[in-house]
Protein backbone atom coordinates (compact mmCIF):
# COMPACT_ATOMS: atom_id res chain seq x y z
CA UNK A 1 0.00 0.00 0.00
CA UNK A 2 1.29 3.72 -1.04
CA UNK A 3 0.58 6.93 -1.01
CA UNK A 4 0.95 9.16 -4.08
CA UNK A 5 0.30 12.92 -3.32
CA UNK A 6 -3.60 12.61 -1.83
CA UNK A 7 -4.09 9.20 -3.54
CA UNK A 8 -4.03 5.99 -1.19
CA UNK A 9 -3.11 3.09 -3.43
CA UNK A 10 -1.45 -0.26 -3.92
CA UNK A 11 1.57 -0.38 -6.27
CA UNK A 12 2.44 -2.79 -8.17
CA UNK A 13 5.79 -3.70 -10.02
CA UNK A 14 7.43 -6.13 -12.32
CA UNK A 15 10.31 -6.06 -14.34
CA UNK A 16 8.30 -4.35 -17.18
CA UNK A 17 5.99 -2.39 -15.93
CA UNK A 18 4.44 -0.50 -12.68
CA UNK A 19 1.12 0.12 -11.92
CA UNK A 20 -0.54 2.44 -8.78
CA UNK A 21 -4.40 2.09 -8.31
CA UNK A 22 -6.41 3.49 -5.93
CA UNK A 23 -7.86 2.12 -2.77
CA UNK A 24 -11.12 4.22 -3.07
CA UNK A 25 -12.96 3.64 -6.49
CA UNK A 26 -10.10 1.10 -7.77
CA UNK A 27 -9.10 4.12 -10.42
CA UNK A 28 -5.58 3.47 -12.02
CA UNK A 29 -3.59 6.48 -11.08
CA UNK A 30 -0.79 5.78 -13.17
CA UNK A 31 1.21 3.40 -14.83
CA UNK A 32 4.27 2.62 -16.43
CA UNK A 33 5.54 0.35 -19.56
CA UNK A 34 8.93 -0.30 -21.34
CA UNK A 35 7.81 -0.66 -24.64
CA UNK A 36 8.53 -3.80 -26.67
CA UNK A 37 6.43 -4.04 -29.60
CA UNK A 38 6.77 -4.64 -33.26
CA UNK A 39 9.03 -1.43 -35.03
CA UNK A 40 6.84 0.81 -36.79
CA UNK A 41 6.70 4.93 -37.12
CA UNK A 42 3.70 6.24 -35.85
CA UNK A 43 2.97 9.86 -36.55
CA UNK A 44 1.86 12.35 -34.03
CA UNK A 45 -1.79 11.90 -35.34
CA UNK A 46 -2.05 8.33 -34.85
CA UNK A 47 -0.39 8.77 -31.17
CA UNK A 48 -3.88 10.86 -30.54
CA UNK A 49 -6.21 8.74 -32.04
CA UNK A 50 -4.21 5.96 -29.88
CA UNK A 51 -4.43 6.97 -26.99
CA UNK A 52 -8.02 8.58 -27.36
CA UNK A 53 -9.21 5.11 -28.07
CA UNK A 54 -7.32 3.87 -24.54
CA UNK A 55 -9.11 6.73 -23.06
CA UNK A 56 -12.64 5.86 -24.41
CA UNK A 57 -11.84 2.32 -22.40
CA UNK A 58 -10.92 3.18 -19.36
CA UNK A 59 -12.87 6.40 -18.35
CA UNK A 60 -16.55 7.56 -19.41
CA UNK A 61 -15.61 11.51 -19.21
CA UNK A 62 -14.86 12.92 -22.60
CA UNK A 63 -11.51 14.45 -22.71
CA UNK A 64 -10.01 16.25 -25.71
CA UNK A 65 -6.50 16.47 -26.50
CA UNK A 66 -5.07 19.99 -25.48
CA UNK A 67 -1.58 20.09 -25.80
CA UNK A 68 0.99 17.16 -27.59
CA UNK A 69 4.82 17.12 -27.96
CA UNK A 70 6.92 14.63 -29.78
CA UNK A 71 10.01 13.76 -27.87
CA UNK A 72 12.40 11.61 -30.01
CA UNK A 73 10.42 8.67 -30.09
CA UNK A 74 7.74 9.27 -28.00
CA UNK A 75 4.64 11.40 -28.26
CA UNK A 76 3.25 12.90 -25.22
CA UNK A 77 -0.60 13.88 -24.95
CA UNK A 78 -2.57 16.13 -22.24
CA UNK A 79 -6.17 15.76 -22.37
CA UNK A 80 -8.63 17.45 -20.22
CA UNK A 81 -12.34 17.60 -20.36
CA UNK A 82 -14.41 20.33 -21.69
CA UNK A 83 -17.63 22.16 -20.41
CA UNK A 84 -19.01 23.97 -23.29
CA UNK A 85 -16.31 25.88 -24.85
CA UNK A 86 -14.53 25.82 -21.38
CA UNK A 87 -11.51 23.18 -20.94
CA UNK A 88 -10.91 22.32 -17.77
CA UNK A 89 -7.18 22.21 -17.07
CA UNK A 90 -7.34 20.75 -13.78
CA UNK A 91 -9.27 17.56 -14.84
CA UNK A 92 -5.95 17.00 -16.70
CA UNK A 93 -4.69 13.03 -17.93
CA UNK A 94 -1.12 12.57 -19.43
CA UNK A 95 -0.68 9.96 -22.25
CA UNK A 96 2.93 9.07 -23.47
CA UNK A 97 2.30 6.46 -26.75
CA UNK A 98 5.85 4.91 -28.16
CA UNK A 99 6.19 6.49 -31.66
CA UNK A 100 8.24 3.17 -32.79
CA UNK A 101 5.57 0.52 -31.30
CA UNK A 102 2.10 2.43 -31.21
CA UNK A 103 1.67 1.23 -27.09
CA UNK A 104 0.99 3.37 -24.34
CA UNK A 105 3.72 3.77 -22.13
CA UNK A 106 2.62 5.62 -19.42
CA UNK A 107 -0.82 7.01 -18.38
CA UNK A 108 -1.17 9.43 -15.02
CA UNK A 109 -4.21 10.19 -14.27
CA UNK A 110 -3.78 11.70 -10.66
CA UNK A 111 -4.74 15.59 -11.37
CA UNK A 112 -8.34 14.24 -13.15
CA UNK A 113 -8.93 12.26 -9.97
CA UNK A 114 -7.80 14.85 -7.63
CA UNK A 115 -9.87 17.74 -9.39
CA UNK A 116 -12.64 16.28 -11.25
CA UNK A 117 -16.41 18.00 -10.23
CA UNK A 118 -19.17 18.92 -11.83
CA UNK A 119 -18.24 22.75 -12.41
CA UNK A 120 -20.75 26.05 -12.45
CA UNK A 121 -18.56 28.29 -14.91
CA UNK A 122 -18.31 32.06 -14.55
CA UNK A 123 -19.04 34.46 -17.38
CA UNK A 124 -15.36 36.22 -17.75
CA UNK A 125 -14.94 39.52 -16.32
CA UNK A 126 -13.44 41.08 -19.45
CA UNK A 127 -13.95 40.44 -23.26
CA UNK A 128 -11.79 38.43 -25.20
CA UNK A 129 -10.76 41.63 -26.99
CA UNK A 130 -9.84 43.42 -23.63
CA UNK A 131 -7.85 40.06 -22.68
CA UNK A 132 -6.04 40.09 -26.17
CA UNK A 133 -5.07 43.10 -25.87
CA UNK A 134 -2.84 42.26 -22.73
CA UNK A 135 -0.83 40.07 -25.34
CA UNK A 136 2.61 41.90 -26.81
CA UNK A 137 1.85 43.18 -30.37
CA UNK A 138 5.20 41.28 -31.85
CA UNK A 139 3.33 38.19 -31.55
CA UNK A 140 0.23 37.23 -33.96
CA UNK A 141 -2.52 35.60 -32.21
CA UNK A 142 -3.74 32.23 -33.37
CA UNK A 143 -6.27 30.88 -31.91
CA UNK A 144 -8.32 31.99 -28.69
CA UNK A 145 -9.47 29.81 -25.73
CA UNK A 146 -11.12 30.56 -22.17
CA UNK A 147 -10.14 27.89 -20.11
CA UNK A 148 -10.53 27.04 -16.07
CA UNK A 149 -7.09 26.69 -14.97
CA UNK A 150 -5.15 25.87 -11.17
CA UNK A 151 -4.57 28.89 -8.80
CA UNK A 152 -2.66 28.98 -5.40
CA UNK A 153 -5.39 25.95 -5.02
CA UNK A 154 -8.05 27.67 -6.46
CA UNK A 155 -10.04 27.72 -9.65
CA UNK A 156 -9.98 30.90 -12.07
CA UNK A 157 -11.42 31.32 -15.52
CA UNK A 158 -9.21 32.87 -17.85
CA UNK A 159 -8.24 33.41 -21.63
CA UNK A 160 -5.46 30.94 -23.41
CA UNK A 161 -3.94 32.68 -26.55
CA UNK A 162 -1.73 30.34 -28.84
CA UNK A 163 0.48 32.93 -30.34
CA UNK A 164 3.29 32.97 -33.03
CA UNK A 165 6.40 35.24 -32.47
CA UNK A 166 8.09 36.61 -35.64
CA UNK A 167 10.86 34.07 -35.25
CA UNK A 168 8.28 31.62 -35.71
CA UNK A 169 7.99 30.32 -32.40
CA UNK A 170 4.98 29.16 -30.62
CA UNK A 171 3.68 30.82 -27.58
CA UNK A 172 1.33 30.47 -25.12
CA UNK A 173 -0.16 33.39 -22.73
Known sequence: ????????????????????????G?????FLRNSAGEIKNFSDEQCVD?????????HSA??????????????????TTKNGATYCNPDRI??????????????????FLLNHRNRTLQAPNHSVEE????????????????VVSMFN?????CYEFYC???DGDAEII
Open 1 to 24: RAKENKIEGYRFKTEDEEIFISVK
Open 26 to 30: GFVVS
Open 50 to 58: LAETFLSTY
Open 62 to 79: NFVPRYLESREQVCYIVF
Open 94 to 111: EITVSKVSGEIVEFIGEQ
Open 131 to 146: AQMKVPQNLSVEQVLQ
Open 153 to 157: GTEKT
Open 164 to 166: MAV
